[in-house]
């Protein structure tokens, strides 16, 4: 019984021939074939082209399933909808939260609703952030179309 032990090395005589059986690999397991030109097989296997099964004609897809386009009308009727769901939040918040407070702005003084008062805040910080936005974009489309770089 030989000794399972890999430090010790026995070359195989070259007059036992090649071996038949009982590789599972090349003689060196770190051995890989795409670095090595020599190992590849000698030719690749064919690979048929196209579908195996013939199809029917008339029942070819024009467009795949998953690559349809979006439309702008698509894209459109998804924002109106979230829009409509956003709108409907909104009103449920106004309509909760329905206290009165006082508000003091310079010398304006009144009373609102809370949920008014909170959304009047909420617009007059949007258009703080979206008035500056919407002209750094209109700047840099002036500029791409000028094809100057900012």
């Known amino acids: 019984m030989m000794s399972e032990d890999r430090t010790r090395a026995t ?21 890989d074939p795409a670095t090595r030109p020599t190992m590849r097989p000698a030719a690749e296997p064919a690979v048929p082209e196209g579908p195996t099964v013939p199809t029917p004609t008339g029942w070819e897809d024009p467009q795949p399933r998953d690559k349809l386009a979006h439309s702008r009308t698509g894209v459109l009727w998804t924002g109106l909808i979230l829009s409509a769901l956003v ?63 900012l």
Do not use: C, E, K, Y
Request: glycine share 10%; charged share 15%; proline share 8%.
């Open 11 to 31: 070359a195989r005589p070259a007059s036992h021939g090649p071996r038949t059986h009982g590789s599972a690999g090349p003689q060196d397991p770190r051995a």
């Open 87 to 149: 709108l409907l939040l909104l009103l449920v918040f106004i309509l909760q939260n329905d206290a009165p407070i006082q508000i003091n702005f310079f010398a304006a003084s009144g009373t609102l609703p809370t949920g008014v008062a909170l959304l009047l805040a909420a617009i007059a910080g949007l258009l703080l952030v979206a008035i500056p936005g919407g002209l750094r974009i209109l700047q840099l489309r002036r500029a791409a179309r000028r094809g100057r770089r």
